[in-house]
C-alpha cells in the first residue's frame, strides 16, 4: 500500500507538469464502494494518468508478458497491477478482478484491449460488461484526450456513472453493456477534440 502512494506521488510530479494534465468531472468518481473506470487506450503510460488523476486506489490488469521479467513483476504487483493472459478466458484474473470490486476497491478497465494506434476508439470487448453486471460496481467512463506528444494538455475527462440498473433489470449480454459503456467513453471523447 504505501509503494502504490509514493509512486502515485512520484508520478503525478512528473506528468502534470511534463503533460500539463488538466481532469474533469473528479467529483463523478465515488468516494467509496466498488466502482470501475472504463477508459479509452492510447498510450502505455495511460494506467499511470488513470492513477494519478483520481484519488482512488485503482487496481488494473496487464498483459501477463509484463510480470515475465521477476523485478518488473513484483513491482507491478505492488502497484495494484495483475497479470491477464490476452486472447483466452483467463479465470484467475476475471476471479481476482471480481474480488477487487467485491472488497469496495476500483478497478481500472481499457475495455479495448489494446492500444489503439490511430487514436480512434475500437470496439470495446466484452470483459467491462461482464464486471458491470456481475457486480453492484459504479460504472464511470473516462477519456484521455489529447497526445503524449503534443504541446496541447492532456485532458483527463471523468464521464457520469453510466446507467447500469436497467441493464441489469433486463439482463443484458456483457457485449451490450459494453457496446453502451464504449458510446459514453466516445461522447466524451467528441464533445472535448
Not at 27 to 44: A, D, T, Y
Not at 129 to 150: D, H, M, N, Q
Not at 151 to 161: A, E, I, N, S, T
Amino acid at each position: 500500500m504505501a509503494l502504490y502512494h509514493f509512486a502515485r506521488s512520484v508520478c503525478a510530479a512528473l506528468f502534470y507538469p511534463r503533460y500539463r494534465i488538466k481532469v474533469e468531472g473528479k467529483e463523478n468518481i465515488p468516494s467509496e464502494g466498488p466502482v470501475i473506470i472504463c477508459s479509452n487506450h492510447i498510450s502505455n503510460m495511460d494506467p499511470v494518468v488513470v492513477g494519478i488523476t483520481n484519488n482512488r486506489d485503482i487496481y488494473f490488469m496487464a498483459k501477463e508478458e509484463l510480470f515475465k521479467n521477476k523485478f518488473l513483476g513484483g513491482l507491478l504487483k505492488r502497484v495494484h497491477a495483475f497479470p491477464i493472459k490476452r486472447g483466452m478466458k483467463d479465470r484467475q484474473a476475471l476471479r481476482k478482478a471480481m474480488d477487487v470490486l467485491n472488497d469496495n476497491q476500483a478497478l481500472g478497465v481499457f475495455p479495448e484491449g489494446t492500444r489503439s494506434k490511430t487514436g480512434e476508439l475500437s470496439r470495446g470487448l466484452a470483459g467491462a460488461g461482464f464486471f458491470a453486471l456481475r457486480s453492484e460496481a459504479t460504472v464511470i467512463p473516462c477519456a484521455i484526450v489529447g497526445s503524449y506528444k503534443s504541446k496541447q494538455p492532456l485532458r483527463v475527462v471523468y464521464g457520469k456513472p453510466v446507467p447500469m440498473a436497467d441493464l441489469r433489470e433486463r439482463k443484458a449480454s456483457s457485449q451490450e453493456v459494453t457496446d453502451v459503456i464504449m458510446e459514453e467513453i466516445q461522447h466524451l471523447l467528441d464533445k472535448k477534440q
